[in-house]
């Protein structure tokens, strides 16, 4: 057996609560309503709408809440369908040096299979940061394929953490999760971000879904290899694994505490221009219009160049579009969730501006990676002015963080597509209090009340 997997598999059992740092926690909180609030504000997107119909007609009532739906379903199908419409909006948080988004890949099972079970919010939470830290290590130990998208595949494992510290998992039943949900991860394809193809959204819903099914086959008796997590991340999905960084700092850094919020409602990549260009936009107020902009030049590193789609052909693709996302945020005069739906897709006066909008490489900001996510923007103006920012680190990491109302208003303008504000006011209090909830339940049955959705426009309209 190797060293590493022991070693990890003996803390993750034996942690508690009392072992998480300060900061651990207080992100934590921060996190589990940040994720709650994506998971809401995505529920209410056309196909999550239609997808939960389906599926939980098919499935039937089960112990566990479908947020934002008033509905309930059996665990797997709960994790599956929540996790999915938290990823819709392209709002949920993530880990730059894990290179992904942990939490939705956690807090979907955490919830469905804790209130199930009855857990209080501190054990709940507890098993929320230790799989949040399992899938962000692995991610950190390996480079996983460019081929490739990371949603869905480490986060199973991560997931699986989870519910096996939520079900008390002994150190041999911790290590066997590992290695059974190390075969579970999706083969995930990059280009259905970049096309638009929204299934891509289901990956991580996927994760939620395969790391309940884990704990069930390693409590069934099924067993998997002695170090899955090596056989697939140094020869199947990555041809680099560094197993010692799983154990590096075991304990005392913790990844939950090392994570980023997202204000922009688009892919990460787009962000660092986006912040360049509100920082162009607050320097020259009313400047930088429809009507003032000749051409738009950005520069920043390799894997945002990818995003260069000037036409995209849906929500999700034009959340991975650089172009576009400038555009719709100077037509807009925002880059939220509103600038992203159907109808800005449709404007011709985003698309006319998404047509001059230029991006290239600079191999310097490239080499800042992944410590740093570069970009410099240049505006051209009709009136032969040049307007110029560059940003290094996107508002919202660890370095240059939001501010709890920052986060605290993202919640609302999310949660609100759903619940009235005094419910959305009420979730927001249980889950920025979670670990003092006596029962998981006490949030759960909060989402069983919702509202009608506003008027939310499909891609058939």
Same mark, same amino acid.
């Given at each position: 057996?190797?060293?590493?997997?022991?070693?990890?598999?003996?803390?993750?059992? +034996?942690?508690?609560?009392? =072992?998480?740092?300060?900061?651990?926690?207080?992100?934590?909180?921060?996190?589990?309503?940040?994720?709650?609030?994506?998971?809401?504000?995505?529920?209410?997107?056309?196909?999550?709408?239609?997808? #939960?119909?389906?599926?939980?007609?098919?499935?039937?009532?089960?112990?566990?809440?479908?947020?934002?739906?008033?509905?309930?379903?059996?665990?797997?199908?709960?994790?599956?369908?929540?996790?999915?419409?938290?990823?819709?909006?392209?709002?949920?948080?993530?880990?730059?040096?894990?290179?992904?988004?942990?939490?939705?890949?956690?807090?979907?099972?955490?919830?469905?299979?804790?209130?199930?079970?009855?857990?209080?919010?501190?054990?709940?939470?507890?098993?929320?940061?230790?799989?949040?830290?399992?899938?962000?290590?692995?991610?950190?130990?390996?480079?996983?394929?460019?081929?490739?998208?990371?949603?869905?595949?480490?986060?199973?494992?991560?997931?699986?953490?989870?519910?096996?510290?939520?079900?008390?998992?002994?150190?041999?039943?911790?290590?066997?999760?590992?290695?059974?949900?190390?075969?579970?991860?999706?083969?995930?394809s990059r280009q259905t971000m970049l096309q638009g193809g929204t299934v891509r959204n289901s990956y991580a819903g996927f994760s939620g879904q395969m790391g309940?099914?884990?704990?069930?086959?390693?409590?069934?008796?099924? *067993?998997?290899?002695?170090?899955?997590?090596?056989?697939?991340?140094? *020869?199947?999905?990555?041809?680099?694994?560094?197993?010692?960084?799983? #154990?590096?700092?075991?304990?005392?850094?913790?990844?939950?505490?090392?994570?980023?919020?997202?204000?922009?409602?688009?892919?990460?990549?787009?962000?660092?221009?986006? +912040?360049?260009?509100?920082?162009?936009?607050?320097?020259?107020?009313?400047?930088? *219009?429809? =009507? *003032?902009? +000749?051409?738009?030049?950005?520069?920043?590193?390799?894997?945002?160049?990818?995003?260069?789609?000037?036409?995209?052909?849906?929500?999700?693709?034009?959340?991975?579009?650089?172009?576009?996302?400038?555009?719709?945020?100077?037509?807009?005069?925002?880059?939220?969730?509103?600038?992203?739906?159907?109808?800005?897709?449709? =404007?011709?006066?985003?698309?006319?501006?998404?047509?001059?909008?230029?991006?290239?490489?600079?191999?310097?900001?490239?080499?800042?990676?992944?410590?740093?996510?570069?970009?410099?923007?240049?505006?051209?103006?009709?009136d032969g002015q040049v307007l110029e920012a560059e940003t290094q680190t996107n508002r919202g990491d660890t370095e240059d963080p939001y501010s709890v109302d920052?986060? #605290?208003?993202?919640?609302?303008?999310?949660?609100?597509?759903?619940?009235?504000?005094?419910?959305?006011?009420?979730?927001?209090?249980?889950?920025?209090?979670?670990?003092?909830?006596?029962?998981?339940?006490?949030?759960?049955?909060?989402?069983?009340?919702?509202?009608?959705?506003?008027?939310?426009?499909?891609?058939?309209?």
């Amino acid at each position: 057996m190797a060293e590493y997997l022991e070693q990890l598999s003996e803390f993750l059992a +034996d942690c508690t609560y009392e =072992d998480l740092s300060s900061d651990a926690v207080e992100r934590a909180r921060l996190v589990i309503a940040d994720s709650v609030a994506a998971i809401a504000g995505g529920s209410r997107e056309p196909e999550v709408m239609a997808l #939960t119909k389906q599926m939980v007609s098919e499935a039937g009532t089960g112990p566990s809440a479908v947020i934002g739906a008033g509905l309930r379903t059996e665990p797997a199908k709960a994790a599956f369908l929540n996790g999915t419409a938290g990823t819709f909006l392209e709002m949920d948080e993530g880990n730059q040096f894990s290179r992904g988004h942990p939490a939705i890949h956690v807090v979907p099972s955490a919830l469905a299979w804790g209130e199930m079970m009855g857990v209080s919010g501190k054990d709940a939470m507890l098993a929320i940061v230790l799989g949040y830290e399992v899938g962000s290590r692995i991610g950190i130990s390996a480079k996983i394929r460019m081929s490739m998208h990371p949603h869905g595949t480490w986060g199973t494992v991560g997931s699986a953490v989870t519910v096996a510290k939520l079900a008390g998992a002994t150190k041999d039943q911790m290590r066997e999760v590992i290695n059974v949900s190390s075969c579970l991860g999706l083969g995930t394809s990059r280009q259905t971000m970049l096309q638009g193809g929204t299934v891509r959204n289901s990956y991580a819903g996927f994760s939620g879904q395969m790391g309940i099914m884990a704990w069930q086959m390693v409590t069934s008796g099924m *067993t998997g290899e002695h170090d899955g997590l090596t056989t697939i991340w140094s *020869t199947v999905l990555s041809e680099e694994w560094r197993p010692e960084e799983m #154990t590096r700092e075991l304990g005392s850094r913790w990844e939950i505490a090392r994570n980023y919020f997202k204000r922009h409602s688009c892919c990460r990549y787009n962000h660092g221009t986006l +912040d360049a260009l509100a920082m162009v936009m607050d320097e020259h107020p009313g400047a930088v *219009t429809l =009507d *003032t902009v +000749d051409r738009v030049e950005v520069e920043t590193y390799s894997l945002a160049v990818q995003l260069s789609d000037k036409n995209p052909r849906n929500t999700l693709a034009a959340k991975f579009s650089v172009p576009f996302a400038v555009a719709t945020t100077i037509v807009n005069g925002s880059s939220g969730m509103q600038s992203f739906t159907w109808d800005a897709i449709g =404007d011709e006066r985003v698309t006319a501006l998404a047509a001059k909008v230029e991006i290239n490489e600079d191999p310097k900001l490239t080499a800042l990676m992944p410590d740093f996510r570069p970009a410099r923007v240049r505006i051209h103006l009709k009136d032969g002015q040049v307007l110029e920012a560059e940003t290094q680190t996107n508002r919202g990491d660890t370095e240059d963080p939001y501010s709890v109302d920052d986060l #605290t208003g993202k919640y609302y303008e999310l949660a609100e597509r759903v619940w009235p504000n005094h419910q959305a006011s009420r979730v927001h209090q249980a889950c920025t209090g979670f670990d003092g909830l006596a029962d998981v339940k006490d949030l759960t049955r909060l989402f069983d009340s919702t509202e009608p959705a506003g008027n939310v426009r499909t891609s058939a309209q």
